[in-house]
C-alpha cells in the first residue's frame, strides 16, 4: 500500500525568486514609438502605388501588410510596457551569435547590391549557398539540394506563375 505525498514545504530548492523590479522609462517606449512612427510612413510613402494590379499584388501590397504588422507589434510593445512589462530583456549574442548576424547581414546588403547587377535568380542561388554553408555550417549534399529547389522554385514562381519580371541583366 503506497503512502499518500505530503505537501511540499518552502525550501530553497523549491522557491521560486522574487523577480526585481524594472521600472519603466520613457526612453523604454522609444522602439515603440519608432516602430509605429516607421509602419504609419510605410504606409503614407506608398499612398500613390496600387495595391492590386490586375492578378498580382501591386507594389503597394507588401508595403501594406509591413506597416500593419509593424504598427501592431509597436501597439502590443507599447501596451506591454504601459502595463508594467520589461520590454524584453536585452540579450546580446555570444561570440558566434555575432559572427553570424554579421555574416548574414553582410550577405543581405550584398544581395540588394548585386541582384540588379547580376540577376536576382543566380544572386539568390549564391546567397541560399552562403547561408547554410557558411552562416549556419549545413553539409554540402543537402545544401546544394535546398539551393536548387529555391532557385528554381523562385523562378518558376515569379516568372511563369506570377508572371512578374525579375532582375536578369545576365539573362537569367
Same mark, same amino acid.
Given at each position: !500500500?503506497? @503512502? ?11 522557491? &521560486? ?10 526612453? *523604454? ?6 516602430? !509605429? ?10 499612398? =500613390?502605388?496600387?495595391?492590386? *494590379?490586375? &492578378? ?27 502595463? /508594467? =512589462?520589461? /520590454?524584453?530583456?536585452? *540579450?546580446?549574442? *555570444?561570440?558566434? =551569435? ?14 540588394? &547590391?548585386?541582384?540588379?547587377?547580376? =540577376? ?17 555550417? @549545413? ?34
Amino acid at each position: !500500500m503506497s @503512502q499518500p505525498l505530503a505537501p511540499l514545504a518552502a525550501s530553497p530548492e523549491t522557491e &521560486v525568486p522574487a523577480t526585481p523590479s524594472y521600472r519603466v522609462t520613457a526612453l *523604454d517606449y522609444m522602439p515603440a514609438i519608432a516602430m !509605429m512612427a516607421l509602419s504609419l510612413a510605410i504606409f503614407i510613402g506608398t499612398a =500613390g502605388l496600387k495595391y492590386w *494590379d490586375n &492578378v498580382t499584388p501591386g507594389a503597394r501590397f507588401l508595403p501594406i501588410w509591413l506597416s500593419a504588422a509593424g504598427g501592431l507589434l509597436g501597439i502590443l510593445l507599447f501596451i506591454s510596457l504601459w502595463r /508594467g =512589462g520589461d /520590454g524584453g530583456v536585452l *540579450d546580446l549574442p *555570444d561570440r558566434v =551569435g555575432l559572427r553570424r548576424a554579421v555574416l548574414a547581414l553582410s550577405a543581405m546588403a550584398i544581395f540588394v &547590391v548585386a541582384a540588379p547587377v547580376i =540577376g536576382m535568380v543566380p544572386v539568390a542561388g549564391i546567397f541560399m549557398l552562403f547561408m547554410l554553408l557558411a552562416v549556419l555550417g @549545413q553539409r554540402l549534399v543537402p545544401s546544394l539540394i535546398t539551393t536548387a529547389i529555391v532557385v528554381f522554385g523562385l523562378k518558376f514562381i515569379f516568372a511563369y506563375g506570377l508572371s512578374v519580371p525579375l532582375p536578369a541583366p545576365l539573362g537569367f
